[in-house]
């Protein structure tokens, strides 16, 4: 089985009245490359008349964005033209590329009415020979998504890229990468195989997981040694995990708010491209 080298507890970064915990990045962990950064928010009852989320336009460059709604909603808006709001079980995926200006708030439906929310939302880096390709962006909601039951049903399995026991993602990625959503129900069990040499990304969202024979709890990330193939998980309690590999990338990367470049210039580019308008804009 694959070596747990370290538990790695989310830390409390609440943004403005969001609750908001975040694993990755740490002090104690840069990345799990090509997965660079994670917040988790939620989950908490938005009151009715509220003001929805915080996230009002904004640029990116150099990476993507996949972003998991377990609860509540999201409304997205980019210079590249793309709107959508994307429920419960829906996921969105956006490519920033060589740059985009996008705004991500909640719904007029949801900040009138109120509600639970829980989002997550994970950036992939994009390797160096992509870094300045064009912006794409899709979401989807839950009944387009690709899924598949585990152990006599009680885990659900929905495959967001790659493939897993014949079923392919929903979406295509810029580089080989397998990310998948698992609800299990308490007592349900599976093995995975993942080559060896690729990276894990095991994000628990909510209950409670024996992996590998040791204990994980919700909002806790698994850092994983390359060596060896196998995991195998046992939900204590209802659960639901991420759950994604890649091989990394193995490049230099410079993380400066929201851009995601190789080199320190390339990251003074990007700020001089935005300040000229080169992301576009919108009337928002």
């Given at each position: 089985?694959?070596t747990?080298k370290q538990?790695?507890?989310?830390?409390y970064?609440?943004?403005?009245?969001?609750a908001t915990?975040?694993?990755?990045?740490?002090?104690?962990?840069?990345?799990i490359?090509?997965f660079?950064?994670l917040?988790?928010?939620?989950?908490q009852?938005?009151?009715?008349?509220?003001?929805?989320l915080?996230?009002?336009?904004?640029?990116?460059?150099?990476?993507e964005?996949?972003?998991?709604?377990?609860?509540?909603?999201?409304?997205?808006?980019?210079?590249?033209?793309h709107e959508s709001?994307?429920?419960?079980?829906?996921?969105q995926?956006?490519t920033?590329?060589?740059?985009l200006?996008?705004a991500?708030?909640?719904?007029?439906?949801?900040?009138?009415?109120?509600?639970?929310?829980?989002?997550?939302?994970?950036?992939?880096?994009?390797?160096?020979?992509?870094?300045?390709?064009?912006?794409?962006?899709?979401g989807?909601?839950?009944?387009?998504?690709?899924?598949?039951?585990?152990?006599?049903g009680?885990?659900?399995?929905?495959?967001?890229?790659?493939?897993?026991?014949?079923?392919?993602?929903?979406?295509e990625?810029?580089?080989?990468?397998?990310?998948?959503?698992?609800y299990?129900?308490?007592?349900?069990?599976?093995?995975?195989t993942?080559?060896e040499?690729?990276n894990v990304?095991?994000?628990?969202?909510?209950?409670?997981?024996?992996?590998?024979?040791?204990?994980?709890?919700?909002?806790?990330?698994?850092?994983f040694?390359?060596?060896?193939?196998?995991?195998?998980?046992?939900?204590?309690e209802?659960?639901?995990?991420i759950?994604?590999?890649?091989?990394?990338?193995?490049?230099?990367?410079?993380a400066?708010?929201p851009?995601?470049m190789?080199?320190?210039?390339?990251?003074?580019?990007?700020?001089?491209?935005?300040?000229?308008?080169?992301?576009?804009?919108?009337?928002?």
């Amino acid at each position: 089985m694959k070596t747990i080298k370290q538990i790695h507890k989310a830390d409390y970064r609440p943004i403005a009245d969001l609750a908001t915990y975040s694993p990755l990045p740490s002090r104690n962990l840069k990345q799990i490359d090509p997965f660079i950064f994670l917040n988790h928010h939620g989950l908490q009852t938005y009151p009715a008349k509220n003001r929805g989320l915080p996230f009002g336009p904004h640029p990116h460059r150099g990476m993507e964005t996949v972003t998991f709604i377990l609860e509540g909603d999201i409304m997205h808006k980019d210079s590249s033209g793309h709107e959508s709001v994307i429920g419960p079980g829906g996921v969105q995926y956006m490519t920033a590329g060589r740059g985009l200006i996008h705004a991500e708030v909640s719904s007029d439906e949801f900040k009138r009415n109120g509600g639970d929310l829980e989002i997550l939302q994970l950036w992939l880096n994009l390797p160096a020979a992509k870094k300045m390709a064009d912006p794409r962006y899709v979401g989807l909601q839950k009944n387009e998504i690709p899924s598949f039951k585990l152990d006599g049903g009680k885990i659900e399995v929905q495959q967001l890229f790659g493939e897993w026991d014949g079923t392919k993602g929903a979406f295509e990625g810029n580089f080989p990468v397998s990310l998948s959503t698992l609800y299990l129900e308490s007592g349900s069990s599976f093995e995975k195989t993942i080559p060896e040499g690729e990276n894990v990304f095991f994000y628990l969202v909510r209950g409670v997981l024996k992996v590998n024979g040791t204990d994980v709890l919700f909002r806790h990330l698994v850092e994983f040694g390359k060596e060896d193939e196998k995991i195998t998980v046992e939900a204590l309690e209802d659960s639901v995990l991420i759950l994604g590999h890649a091989k990394p990338f193995d490049e230099p990367l410079v993380a400066e708010g929201p851009f995601v470049m190789n080199t320190q210039q390339q990251i003074a580019e990007a700020y001089e491209d935005y300040r000229a308008g080169k992301f576009g804009s919108w009337d928002y």
